[in-house]
């Protein structure tokens, strides 16, 4: 009974930073014992009623007090001491006896820097409290003490000099980011593909009929139809809006979403339960009674009665339709991409749905055309399903490449989809076969034409798992792990050719020294159009040698997770007057590029003088060798003109 309790305390715990508010005060010091040493003490006053557990307490599931330190450099001298008046009691709702202080606690807890000594250090005191039945586990209490001889901070985000509204050469995009109707092509592609399951391609003659009957004139029922289809568009653009209002509280929050370990994990485990319902072996339903209400409503007036129409379809037909739209959002997260980006991929997706009842109600002829209902729908629903299995692969991927846990090396991720490629044919031809599967009696024309689609494609990516020259798939560049992340100590296609640094202050000292303009990268390690550009671009022969001779090339990973060392870490107040935590090498570089280039998304490139001075606007994802090669030349130009303006006379 006892662990039973501690799990619903675990989960009690997200919350318990916002119950603590109140209960226990504190005050933090710190205390220079020698070069590096230090003694922090934190003293508490607790509130009438409550307890605190103390260290010396071992029990199952309790956890003892305390310190912990962004940075994992600082060593801890020997447990926490405690100083007060401590007492035993039988805790009832531990079900053990418990030594607990009440009233007031001084505890202590000697640290070493084996770097640098931050002027200010950040600490989290973690500690247990209760009242009564009432039980507050692993409550947060954020401390900031100043340490003497520390160093303040000289990490530098916002750069004065940089104007990029005003560059020295026009040249560049006159916007970043993605191609917004790249998405919307996606989308629709996507509404176009669920069209052909099973829970929606059933209603299209039956909905249809429904309109250009139950209509006195044609003309209405057309209209009616048309309404429908419109709705059904702007349903699934409102499912968008939530996103607009998280950006617009911080613009770097989707990017921190896209690249967050757990989060592509979570979105890992979530396709391989979409393509295990779409392999028959369950359903992905909303509950019945909100389908049930929404459908009640359908019959309410002209224009409302459509719209819980059109609601009702979203949600009877989101059993299919859900994996499809997860699909679509999780790969507008992947791409680093906007709130917008995803607002018009969600609007292509419901163009592609609604299409059809449009054209189908000006064309009702057509309705007889359309092929019957059958074994063929459970077919395509399987197959997405294998499909959904390849994406899982791709967010587990983003996750081991944040994370650099090498798990997930480029011919594993390859070999996997080669599998998986190989069981979308086996199950066309009938080898592999679920239990809702009746037995393939003859390969139609569609099933043969799908057979040689992913045969083809499954025989291109064989050669990937390979240590050849054959091993560099360009059609599918970017997508999967770089070409260095391999399981092989030698891999063929892995030429360096251009060895970026990693850090801007390096980059500018050398670009001082060698009077060389500097080229920053923004990028990611789960940033597929990144990995397009290393791997299509920069080895352009042209592209290639003014990186390699003409430019200082650093580049910037604003998905690094690797924490900064505590005299680095800084609170930054930001242009829009937001505090922020620069805990990481990522948060100070994502901080980096919004502040000094106003924008989020990777990959963006900027061209900036050694004294700091923007040269060109900064360019986008550009798959054309050509352009990025002129826009380079122009950065180039651009430098001399500066060089000439700013010369002695």
């Known amino acids: 009974m006892r662990y039973i309790v501690f799990i619903l305390l675990f989960f009690v715990s997200l919350t318990a930073a916002a119950q603590n508010s ?27 009623g409550w307890r605190l557990y103390s260290f010396n307490n071992k029990i199952d599931g309790l956890e003892p007090l305390a310190f912990a330190f962004t940075d994992s450099s600082i060593l801890l001298q020997g447990i926490i001491e405690e100083k007060g008046s401590p007492k035993k009691i039988k805790d009832e709702l531990l079900g053990t006896e418990a030594v607990v202080y009440e009233n007031e606690i001084v505890l202590t807890q000697k640290i070493k820097f084996t770097g640098d000594v931050p002027a200010k250090l950040k600490a989290v005191l973690k500690y247990n409290i209760a009242r009564g039945g009432e039980f507050i586990p692993v409550a947060d209490e954020k401390a900031e003490v100043s340490l003497e001889g520390g160093i303040e901070s000289d990490t530098r985000i916002k750069i004065e000099t940089i104007d990029i509204k005003n560059p020295v050469a026009p040249c560049g995009d006159d916007t970043t980011g993605q191609n917004l109707w790249q ?57 968008s809006l939530p996103f607009h209002l998280v950006e617009g509280a911080s613009p770097e929050i989707l990017n921190n979403l896209s690249t967050n370990i757990w989060l592509n994990i979570f979105f890992f485990i979530v396709f391989i339960v979409f393509a295990i319902s779409f392999f028959g072996y369950f359903e992905i339903n909303l509950p019945s009674s909100f ?97 959904e299995l390849a994406m899982a692969i791709k967010f587990l991927s983003n996750a081991d490449l944040v994370a650099q846990w090498g798990i997930i090396k480029r011919e594993i991720f390859i070999g996997s989809w080669v599998i998986i490629g190989m069981a979308i044919v086996l ?114 022969p042209g592209v290639m040698e003014k990186m390699k001779n003409d430019f200082v090339v650093v580049s910037l990973y604003v998905d690094e997770r690797q924490v900064l060392p505590a005299a680095k870490q800084v609170e930054y107040k930001t242009k829009t007057g937001d505090e922020k ?24 490139y900027a061209i900036i003088s050694p004294d700091e001075k923007a040269l060109t606007k900064t360019k986008g994802y550009t798959p054309n060798p050509t352009e990025f090669n002129k826009w380079l030349q122009c950065g180039l130009d651009a430098f001399k003109m500066s060089q000439i303006k700013n010369a002695p006379n």
């Open 22 to 48: 109140g209960q226990v005060s504190w005050e933090f010091s710190s205390k220079k014992n020698a070069a590096k040493e230090y003694t922090l003490t934190a003293k508490g006053k607790l509130k009438e």
């Open 427 to 540: 199950y066309l031809l009938g080898v592999i076969r679920f239990s809702h599967d009746a037995p393939v009696k003859k390969i139609g024309g569609g099933r043969g034409f799908f057979i040689a689609v992913f045969t083809m494609a499954t025989i291109y990516l064989a050669p990937g798992v390979t240590n050849s020259k054959y091993a560099n798939l360009s059609l599918i560049s970017g997508f999967p792990p770089p070409l260095c992340y391999s399981v092989y100590h030698h891999p063929v296609n892995c030429e360096k050719g251009i060895e970026p640094l990693r850090n801007y202050e390096e980059a500018w000292r050398i670009a001082k020294t060698q009077n060389k303009p500097i080229l920053i990268d923004f990028t990611g390690w789960a940033c597929v159009n990144c990995r397009r550009m290393e791997e299509k671009v920069w080895t352009d």
């Open 183 to 239: 998405f919307f092509v996606l989308g629709l592609g996507g509404g176009l593909i669920a069209l052909l399951t099973p829970c929606v391609f059933p209603l299209i003659p039956l909905t249809v009929s429904f309109f250009t009957k139950k209509s006195q004139e044609r003309k209405k029922g057309i209209s009616n139809a048309l309404l429908y289809g419109l709705f059904i568009f702007l349903i699934y653009v409102l499912l």
């Open 581 to 604: 935590s620069i805990i990481t090498v990522g948060d100070k570089w994502a901080t980096f590029q919004f502040e000094n280039f106003n924008a989020v998304s990777q990959p963006q």
């Open 291 to 387: 389908a049930n209400k929404v459908d009640a409503r359908a019959g309410i007036g002209n224009w409302g009665g459509i719209f819980f129409m059109a609601l009702t379809l979203a949600i009877v037909s989101f059993s299919c339709t859900g994996p499809i739209l997860g699909a679509l959002l999780a790969g507008a997260s992947a791409n680093n991409s906007n709130a917008m980006a995803l607002s018009f991929g969600m609007g292509g997706f419901g163009l592609g749905l609604a299409l059809p009842f449009a054209l189908f109600a000006l064309f009702p002829q057509w309705l007889h055309s359309l092929p019957k209902s059958g074994g063929w729908l459970t077919t395509v629903k399987v197959v997405l399903g294998f499909l």
